[in-house]
């Protein structure tokens, strides 16, 4: 659950900060000219990415346990939801990277 909040703040500075940078550049296979002209829908993107990470983050560290356990589904399931739309809409790499890490640690919850 940690390794998917980490990666979703990770999309978060890839998506508000570093979209049109090298770095960005080559995690999204993008081209200067299409970061430009993409840069706020990729900023709007990465914020939506740090809201799931804060979600994830809440559950972890919630102290009622049975709460917490809603919450960390909650938000694992809205992360294989966004995961799987990526995939179907963008590339077929997103459900590799952002449903799977989902998806395990989802059963991993059910499992503890």
């Known amino acids: 659950m940690a390794l998917v909040a980490a990666l979703h703040a990770y999309f978060l500075i890839l998506e508000m900060f570093l979209w049109d940078k090298p770095q960005g550049l080559k995690v ?23 809201f799931l990470a804060a979600g994830l983050i809440w559950g972890l560290l919630h ?13 694992l399931l809205c992360v294989i939801v966004a995961g799987a739309y990526g995939a179907a809409t963008v590339s077929t790499r997103i459900l590799l990277v952002q449903a799977l890490p989902a998806a395990i640690a989802l059963v991993a919850l059910f499992l503890a």
Not at 28 to 50: C, D, H, P, W
Not at 63 to 75: M, S
């Open 28 to 50: 999204f296979r993008n081209t200067s000219e299409k970061a430009a002209i993409t840069k706020v829908m990729a900023a709007n993107q990465g914020l939506y990415n740090g």
């Open 63 to 75: 102290g009622n346990p049975a709460f917490a356990f809603q919450i960390k589904a909650f938000f």
